[in-house]
Structures are given as structure tokens and as C-alpha cells.
């Protein structure tokens, strides 16, 4: 069970110029506050750069200095340290079980379900992944002749470990010195791999070491990859057509939001697979042309606009790049050039968009009439 004498702090960190940051995190914690109540157990913390940004949440804010951003990040070395020395000082400050949240994520149960699961013999992260000597095998070839200790004196033997992922890291305040143990290891680790997920990796296996992790992916959704332009630019049109209503109003609608990609036609998308599997098409080209198709639909909705535009940057980014492709017959090069012939001659692009297609169409032109 919680302790109850501890606060439960779910914990945002905000950093940065951009805005995408800024509104990922916004549009997260109205997804928490459509869950909570005043009465409940968890107070949501936001340590930012900007906090005039969270000005209208009912949030606790708390500045990041540009000294704290500054020391937290090495000097540059490895940025994501910053988060593990963010928990560390909010735990240590405000004396309560914290769970960290990234800001790319929404909530679809409440919060108080991951504190549920936090306390001296229990933690949470988002999700397992992998075995480490599945996913990370350049990373255990670099550590076989090295030592790693926890804090206590045990050996951390990573070749054997678990990489789970970071988008939560919940713990109790009393094992907040965890995260100190795995601060000097995160910069040693990195210091001898240069791996991109050394401070999940680390934080994983010395939390793991010591409690039970439990995942909490059935409370909320952490999304990255070839999902962020499309949940980013939603966001964005969210925030824009509600910025009038009050919170709650604002809380309650993220429930109508449209999570996920808005244009799938089935028929469309069936009737591609299929030509695409007769002329031999491959995947990454089908979803190409796939995305041509959608991004020429009709529609007034400003959601279904915004994932348009996304659908086509990606089956431009396909098209336009010629590495690991498997070689097409003319049929095929035909067929594509045929689509993207269509799009050009649209309405629906600039000139300046026209201008950008036009080598993929010379391209195409050329490997048809082989």
C-alpha cells in the first residue's frame, strides 16, 4: 500500500525552447486531471523553464533555473541524466513518493492507479521492453570486462539485465537513494558505451535490483516514434480550438480526442495492398502511395487536416529516399508515378510543395520506361 504520510507527486519536467515540449505536457496533465479530484491523493508537479506556460492548471509549478538545467545535463555529455537528477531533487525537497511522467504521454485511468502500486518493495516504470542481450548486444560486448557496483557493495551485472522503459519512473520517497545509485552509473555506463538508452537502462536494473517493478501501460499511453508527428500536431490543433473554454471543460474533452491516425479508408487501404502485392510493391512504398491517397481525401476536420499533412511528409520521406529500397519493375514505377502525378496536379499543394515533388517525379519518370 502507499505510504500515507508521504505525498504523491506525479512529476513533469519542461524544458527547452520549443513548444511542442510545452504542450505535450499541458495536454498530459489535463488528460490526469480528467481522472482527479480535489479530494485525491496526488498532486501534479510541473519543474519547467517556462512556468508561466502551466499559469491556468491547477498545478504546482516550480522553476528550473538555467544552473540546475545546466549541471543536471553534464555539461552536454548525456542530456537524459537530467531527468534522474530532476527526481532526486524533487524527492529529496519535497519528501514524497514521485512518480516522474515524460510529457509524450496521456492518461486513460487516474493517476492514484500507479501510486497505487508504490512503496518500499514495489516501483513502477512505463513498460518491459526487452532483454538487454536481445536489444543491446554492441552494449554487453563493451561491459563484459567491466565492473558495476550498487551502492550496497552487490554486483550489477548488465549483460543480464532488463530494459524497461522510462516514460514513468514511480518510487517511493523511501527509496529515493536509488536514484542515486543509479546517477553513478548512468555516467559511467555511458562514458564507456555512448548508448542513447543508457539512463533507462540503468535506472531499470538498479530499481529492478531492489523492488518489484510493475508496469502501468493499462494507465496510460506513452507515445514516441512515427506516432509523435501525427499526436503532436493534434495537440496542437486541441489546445488551439479549446484555449476558451475553462480546464475542466478542457479535461473532460480529452476523452473525445482522436488518438489515433484520422484517414484510414478501408477500402482504399485494401484495394492498395492488393494492387501493391500484384506489382510486387513493398511495404514502405505501399504506405506511400497509401498516404498520397489520403492526404488527396476531402475534409473539413481540422484533426483529419492535421494528420493529412503528416501522412503525406512521410510518403514524401519514402519516396525521396533511395537507401535499402529493393528494386521495382517498370509496372510498379509506373503505378507510383501515376499517384504522385495525381497529387501534383492537386489543388491541395503549394507551389513550393509542387517544387519539392518534382525530383521524386523525375526519378519516377525514368525508372518506368526501362
Not at 531499470?204 to 508496469?215: A, D, L, P, S
Request: aromatic share 12%.
Amino acid at each position: 500500500m502507499t505510504n500515507r504520510q508521504a505525498k504523491n507527486d506525479l512529476l513533469y519536467l519542461v524544458y527547452g525552447e520549443s513548444e511542442v515540449y510545452y504542450k505535450q505536457a499541458y495536454f498530459s496533465i489535463l488528460t490526469a486531471l480528467n481522472y482527479l479530484n480535489v479530494s485525491c491523493s496526488v498532486r501534479i508537479c510541473v519543474l519547467t523553464e517556462k512556468p508561466e506556460f502551466f499559469k491556468k492548471l491547477p498545478v504546482f509549478v516550480e522553476k528550473l533555473t538555467g544552473d540546475q538545467k545546466a549541471e543536471w545535463m553534464g555539461g552536454g555529455t548525456y542530456i537524459h541524466r537530467i531527468k534522474t537528477l530532476s527526481q532526486i531533487y524533487w524527492m529529496k525537497k519535497y519528501k514524497s513518493n514521485t512518480a516522474f511522467v515524460d510529457t509524450d504521454t496521456w492518461f486513460n485511468k487516474s493517476p492514484e492507479h500507479i501510486f497505487s502500486s508504490v512503496d518500499n518493495d514495489s516501483s513502477v516504470m512505463y513498460e518491459y521492453e526487452s532483454d538487454v542481450k536481445a536489444s543491446l548486444p554492441n552494449l554487453c560486448h563493451k561491459v563484459k570486462d567491466h565492473e558495476f557496483s550498487l551502492g550496497d557493495g552487490r554486483k550489477l551485472n548488465f549483460q543480464d539485465g532488463q530494459l524497461w522503459n522510462s516514460g514513468v519512473i514511480g518510487l517511493s520517497f523511501d527509496n529515493r537513494y536509488l536514484l542515486d545509485d543509479a546517477l553513478s552509473l548512468i555516467d559511467k555506463l555511458y562514458l564507456l558505451t555512448n548508448e542513447y538508452v543508457t539512463e533507462q537502462l540503468v535506472v531499470g536494473e538498479v530499481i529492478r535490483q531492489n523492488t518489484k517493478i510493475q508496469g502501468c501501460r493499462n494507465v496510460l499511453y506513452h507515445y514516441y516514434g512515427a506516432d509523435l508527428l501525427f499526436i503532436n500536431d493534434k495537440i496542437s490543433v486541441f489546445l488551439k480550438e479549446n484555449v476558451d473554454k475553462d480546464i475542466a471543460e478542457q479535461a473532460s474533452l480529452t476523452t473525445t480526442f482522436p488518438y489515433g491516425r484520422c484517414g484510414k479508408n478501408k477500402f482504399q487501404v485494401l484495394l492498395i495492398k492488393l494492387i501493391s502485392k500484384i506489382l510486387g510493391i513493398d511495404k514502405e512504398t505501399m504506405r506511400a502511395i497509401q498516404g498520397i491517397k489520403i492526404f488527396l481525401l476531402d475534409s473539413k476536420n481540422s484533426y483529419f487536416k492535421a494528420d493529412q499533412h503528416n501522412w503525406l511528409i512521410r510518403s514524401y520521406n519514402i519516396l525521396n529516399d533511395d537507401s535499402n529500397k529493393p528494386k521495382l519493375s517498370t509496372k510498379s514505377y509506373s503505378f507510383i508515378l501515376f499517384n504522385v502525378e495525381k497529387l501534383i496536379k492537386s489543388e491541395k499543394l503549394s507551389v513550393e510543395e509542387k517544387k519539392a515533388w518534382i525530383p521524386i517525379v523525375r526519378k519516377l519518370s525514368s525508372l518506368s520506361v526501362r
